[in-house]
């Protein structure tokens, strides 16, 4: 079972910046895919990055220029770059993996409990 520790939430004002972290542990074969959905009062949980083990990257297009994922795979770390932030940034963020626990098991999604990202206008 894959455990996720987020890092790095808290309250900015527009124009600033936050970095958010999340680190992997337990039983850890491999991690095809990291990233970060959020998700606003009211609104459905979105896609904000991802990033597969190849190092190729997606973003959801309200962020892109703005945010930039990366990760260390030795350290089964994801980071969260978030520059120009915008009120309408504000969620919870959550950090997922896709992976597999052993060589013979499928791989699994997991969820780390999210970190709260306020920013004020």
């Known amino acids: 079972q894959v455990q996720l520790g987020e890092s790095g939430g808290g309250l900015v004002q527009a124009g600033g910046s936050l970095r958010l972290s999340c680190v992997a542990s337990?039983?850890?074969?491999?991690?095809?895919?990291m990233g970060w959905y959020r998700q606003a009062p009211g609104k459905q949980r979105e896609l904000v990055a991802s990033?597969?083990?190849?190092?190729?990257?997606n973003y959801a297009d309200s962020v892109k220029g703005r945010f930039t994922i990366s990760r260390d795979n030795a350290k089964n770390t994801v980071h969260l770059q978030m520059n120009t932030l915008k009120p309408e940034d504000t969620a919870v963020y959550y950090c997922y993996t896709f992976g597999s626990a052993t060589r013979w098991e499928r791989s699994l999604l997991s969820w780390g409990e999210g970190t709260q990202v306020t920013v004020s206008s």
């Open positions: 337990g039983s850890i074969f491999s991690i095809d895919a």
């Open positions: 990033i597969a083990n190849n190092g190729s990257t």
